[in-house]
Each structure stands twice: as structure tokens, then as C-alpha cells.
């Protein structure tokens, strides 16, 4: 039978061939670990994982190496850090037996850290959906497709869990600025600052689109048309109370630490009809900035104690030094398109030629 791998079951005293000599001396074992299990109710017997990485190996072969019945070869069922925790007793239907410490797994790669990673999946307390889907990508082919869809449905029950919470506690921060003066370069550095993992709303009519459970969400260049009612705005933006985002495919709910809105236009010409119309609905919004920032050429003001009942921020401010201030712009290296067009194209040199292309 052919597999891409294995797992070898024999009891202590029936292998006959040093496991590790064996492991080293057949080049087609990308990765092995073994583990002898001594302090279970049965007789002391090791357990082997060979993997063969993209190729496959023939279980009569493998038997042959360590000098054992072919029938001592199983298939591994499940995933490859299934078969891995089962080397320590760490899978949840192995609670009840004795439980192995990953130091007396010996392997080629590092156990520990590949174990730890097998617990991403699902653990929203510490790694965003985004996180998470990174890992499945990182995983084996074979492995990647059932990874990720036991992610998905894994997500969408936290979800609907977190629709549920009413109560959280989130930062609202807006900075405002001109064009090309750095708000959005500024947005990023702080969540990375803050070790949060971010998403950039990807269109005035979607912003939420491409959310992804992230800790940092970026409002990027938002103006007060981009919702066509300012109740969706203030709903995203409650410190105090959760409730689902309208986005096109499904609502989603924001379960992260901060939010930030960058913006051309300051807050205080925000929805100017509710100046005249209704106060309160404009104080809803404004108490809910618990930080304004003004992103100017030279120097940032950063109001750590939000807005006024006008708009304006409160206090003097912080002022920092704007490190994009004297550089003009962020330059970024750009395609020399002459030279491009020069490989394809036959240049007009000659007054001649201009006068035929008139």
C-alpha cells in the first residue's frame, strides 16, 4: 500500500533495528517521530510517524527497513497533528489516559512548536480569523482543504456567539488630515504598536467586506456620505454595545479592540443637517471618539480626551513630530514606462515622422 504516511505500532521488545539510525538512513523520511509508551495498562510498545512529504513509500518497503510484519503499518487517520497529539495522549478523547510530556517525543522537527500550532484552529481568544487562515494555508496540501473547512464552520458559530455579547469595550480613534499627509501610514503604526492584527475597509459601499475577526479594523478615508445612514455608523462605532454590521454577502460583527477612521474631511463638518435637526444624534457620534488626532505637514496633535459637543477636540493636545513631514512623499521605486515602450514600440525622432502622425 502506498501512503505518504504512517504510522508504525510494535511492542518494545519486537523491534530489532535502532529507530533513529533507521529514520536517518532512508532520505525519502522527510519528517519522524517516536514516542514509547511505557506507563500505559498495556505492554510498553513505540509509536513511529513517518511522513513522506509530496512523494509516497510503500508500506511493504517501510516494513522491511525496521524489520517488522507489514501489518505493524497503519494508515494515519485524521490530520497530521491528530496523529501527533495522539504521541502524548493530547487528544481530547485520550484525557482519561496517561498523559506523555512532548519531551520524551524524540523527532527531526520541532514537536513542540508544530503541537502548539495544531491548537491555532478555533482559539479566537488568541489568533484572529484571519490568523487562523493563514495557518491552514501554511499546512500540507492534503491537509489544507478539511483545515479550513472545519475553520469556517468554527467561525461562524463564534459568530453567532458574538452576536449574542451585547457588552464590549472597543477605542474609537479619528485622525484627520490632508491628502498624502500620513493618516492612514499613522493608523497602521499604531495597531502594529499594539501588536494588533488590522483590516483595511476595502470600499466606501462595503467597508466591512473583507473583515476578517481581526483585533484593528481601519475606516480608511471615510466620509460622512459613506453611510447612507448615520445609525449603521454609530451602531459600528459604540464603545459600550455590539450589534452586526451590514456587508453585502451577510452581516458580520466586530470583535476586535479598536477602530480607526481616517479622514479628509475634520469631524466637525460631519452630517451638518443634524447641527440644526437633532443635537443628541450628533453628540451619539461624538462621544464616541475617545481619541482625535490632526495629522498636520510638520507635527501630529494627538486629544486623548476626544471630541467637545461641537466637534472640536478637547484640550491643548500632544504634539509629535510628523517624520513623513519632510519628505515630500513616500517614494516608492515606479516602472521606467519610456524604456518599456521603447522595447515594443519604434520612437518618433524625426520632424518627418511628427508631421505624418498629424
Not at 497533528?81 to 512532548?102: F, I, R, V
Not at 483545515?147 to 480613534?173: G, M, N, P, Y
Not at 479628509?264 to 451619539?284: E, F, G
Amino acid at each position: 500500500m502506498q501512503l505518504r504516511q504512517m504510522e508504525i505500532v510494535t511492542d518494545k521488545d519486537k523491534l530489532t533495528v535502532d529507530i533513529q539510525e533507521t529514520c536517518k538512513k532512508y532520505k525519502t523520511i522527510k519528517q519522524w517521530a517516536y514516542i514509547l509508551h511505557d506507563k500505559d495498562d498495556t505492554r510498553p510498545h513505540y509509536h513511529i510517524y513517518l511522513n513522506f512529504g509530496t512523494s509516497s513509500c510503500d508500506t511493504a518497503l517501510v516494513a522491511s527497513w525496521f524489520n517488522i510484519p507489514e501489518n505493524f503499518i497503519e494508515k494515519v487517520k485524521g490530520r497530521k497533528t491528530d496523529m501527533l497529539l495522539y504521541l502524548t495522549h493530547g487528544n481530547d478523547s485520550q484525557k482519561n489516559k496517561h498523559q506523555y510530556s512532548p519531551t520524551e517525543v524524540i523527532a527531526n522537527f520541532d514537536f513542540e512548536t508544530e503541537i502548539e500550532n495544531s491548537k491555532i484552529i478555533g482559539d479566537f481568544v488568541h489568533y484572529s480569523y484571519a490568523q487562523q487562515v493563514q495557518y491552514c494555508n501554511s499546512l500540507p496540501i492534503a491537509e489544507k482543504s478539511k483545515a479550513f473547512t472545519q475553520l469556517k464552520k468554527l467561525w461562524e458559530l463564534e459568530c453567532q456567539c458574538a452576536s449574542l455579547i451585547t457588552d464590549r469595550h472597543i477605542e474609537v480613534v479619528f485622525i484627520c488630515g490632508k491628502g498624502g499627509s500620513g493618516k492612514t501610514y499613522y493608523a497602521k503604526k499604531m495597531l502594529n504598536s499594539l501588536g494588533y492584527d488590522f483590516c483595511i475597509s476595502s470600499s466606501s459601499n462595503d467597508p466591512f467586506q473583507d473583515y476578517m475577526g481581526q483585533n484593528g479594523m481601519i475606516l480608511d478615508d471615510l466620509r460622512d456620505t459613506t453611510f447612507e445612514h448615520m445609525e449603521d455608523l454609530l451602531k459600528i462605532l459604540d464603545n459600550n454595545t455590539n450589534s452586526s454590521v451590514r456587508s453585502r454577502f451577510n452581516n458580520k460583527v466586530f470583535n476586535g479592540k479598536m477602530i480607526i477612521v481616517t479622514s479628509v474631511v475634520p469631524l466637525k463638518y460631519w452630517y451638518p443637517k443634524y447641527r440644526y435637526d437633532d443635537n443628541d444624534t450628533l453628540s451619539q457620534l461624538y462621544r464616541r471618539i475617545t481619541c482625535y488626532v490632526e495629522v498636520r505637514i510638520n507635527e501630529i496633535a494627538v486629544y486623548s480626551e476626544g471630541v467637545d459637543d461641537k466637534g472640536d477636540p478637547k484640550g491643548l493636545g500632544a504634539l509629535f513630530v510628523n517624520e513623513l513631514g519632510k519628505a515630500e512623499k513616500l517614494k516608492t521605486e515606479k516602472m521606467d514606462m519610456v524604456t518599456v515602450f521603447s522595447g515594443i514600440c519604434d520612437r518618433v525622432t524625426t520632424l518627418e515622422q511628427m508631421k505624418f502622425l498629424v
